[in-house]
């Protein structure tokens, strides 16, 4: 084993064509079903880890969007600390750490932010302890650190995150490169300052909806259909699933017990918007997180115009333009 040291990871966020929504074993994050995402090129966190043997706790400093920098309280500072102390773990150590992490994105855009912090934080404090793990093996640690999601920010361009109900078997890994298809995700904010609940409590909650078996039945045939949508490059059958496991990942939160509405007026806007403008020949399709915003999934060849068209609305705050990216890369380490 290496000295502990120093390293850097650069992260990206994801958005999902088919949800992970409800999750069987809280402790390990295994999730209900499987997931398929795109890596966003443009939404990156950047984490530092430094462990120190000087240090006689963790320190965790972040630094979101606009803001300044500042310590990490409460559960959030709490969920790095489990993950430092699983890795620690591994590497059979008991070094503290600092931790920076930066996000380039405004954190109430509707884009996963914790996919991203807990996919740079996995791969800059492993590659600081000097652990050498397969990016299968870093997939299934950043899906242990509570944000499922996460594990899909790991491997390469467009994601698959397959799940047998096991530890070892719920990973994700890439189905093709960022360069296999020239998509665009352009998140449309509508609504910025609206706190919602979070996913990790709505996660506990799916199986209170009535809804709930409806979804779990219909969620392997949207997988299937989503993994030969991106195989064949076909945006419209890729976004006529998205659009229906979105809606159908809402209709679950919708009829939970206590049920979550996330969605505002701007974001039915949105959704009528796009549907007209397909009709005028313009693919636009929506996918919507656990918030308000839209990401609206469309060929890169058709963001400009469809960008253009979103800002014009005026339940639309502003937007941000994605392609596929590539995913977690370890920019700086030990020794280097
Ligand atoms: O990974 P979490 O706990 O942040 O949950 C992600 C939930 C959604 O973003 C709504 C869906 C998804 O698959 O990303």
């Given at each position: 084993?290496q ?5 850097t990871?650069?992260?990206p ?17 295994l ?5 398929v995402?795109m ?8 984490t ?8 006689d ?11 300044d920098?500042?310590?990490?309280e409460?559960r959030?500072r ?17 070094t503290r ?9 405004p ?7 914790s996919?991203?912090a807990?996919a ?27 944000s499922?999601s996460?594990?899909?920010?790991i491997?390469a ?15 994700a ?9 020239a ?22 909650l799916?199986t ?11 969620v ?7 993994l030969?949508?991106?195989r ?9 699933v ?5 809606v ?7 009829t939970?017990r206590?049920?979550t509405f ?26 919507i ?7 609206v ?15 014009a ?24």
């Amino acid at each position: 084993m290496q000295t502990a040291g120093r390293a850097t990871a650069v992260a990206p966020a994801n958005i999902a064509f088919v949800k992970y929504w409800g999750v069987r074993d809280p402790v390990l994050t295994l999730p209900f079903n499987e997931s398929v995402s795109m890596n966003l090129d443009r939404c990156l966190t950047t984490t530092t880890v430094a462990f120190d043997p000087r240090l006689d706790d963790d320190e965790v400093l972040l630094k979101l969007y606009g803001q300044d920098e500042r310590p990490a309280e409460g559960r959030a500072r709490e969920r790095v600390v489990a993950q430092l102390d699983r890795l620690r773990g591994l590497a059979g150590v008991a070094t503290r750490a600092r931790v920076r992490s930066e996000n380039n994105f405004p954190a109430d855009a509707g884009i996963a932010s914790s996919a991203a912090a807990f996919a740079a934080l996995t791969a800059a404090a492993a590659a600081a302890l000097g652990l050498e793990l397969s990016e299968r093996e870093l997939s299934i640690l950043a899906r242990r650190s509570g944000s499922g999601s996460a594990c899909r920010s790991i491997p390469a361009g467009f994601v698959h995150w397959r799940n047998d109900g096991t530890d070892a078997g719920s990973y994700a890994l890439s189905v093709a490169p960022p360069e296999h298809w020239a998509l665009a995700d352009i998140v449309a904010v509508v609504d910025p300052g609206v706190k919602s609940v979070g996913s990790a409590e709505n996660h506990r909650l799916v199986t209170s909806s009535a809804y709930w078996p409806a979804r779990l039945q219909e969620v392997p045939g949207h997988v299937v259909a989503a993994l030969e949508a991106i195989r064949e490059r076909d945006l419209q059958r890729l976004g006529e699933v998205c659009e229906r496991d979105a809606v159908s990942m809402h209709v679950v939160a919708m009829t939970a017990r206590p049920p979550t509405f996330y969605w505002s007026a701007g974001t039915l806007a949105v959704i009528h918007a796009l549907h007209r403008w397909r009709r005028e020949g313009l693919a636009g399709y929506f996918t919507i997180d656990a918030g308000p915003n839209v990401h609206v999934i469309c060929q890169a060849a058709q963001a400009d115009e469809l960008e253009a068209r979103l800002r014009a609305l005026p339940e639309v705050q502003w937007t941000i333009l994605n392609h596929p990216g590539p995913g977690t890369r370890v920019v700086e380490r030990p020794g280097s």
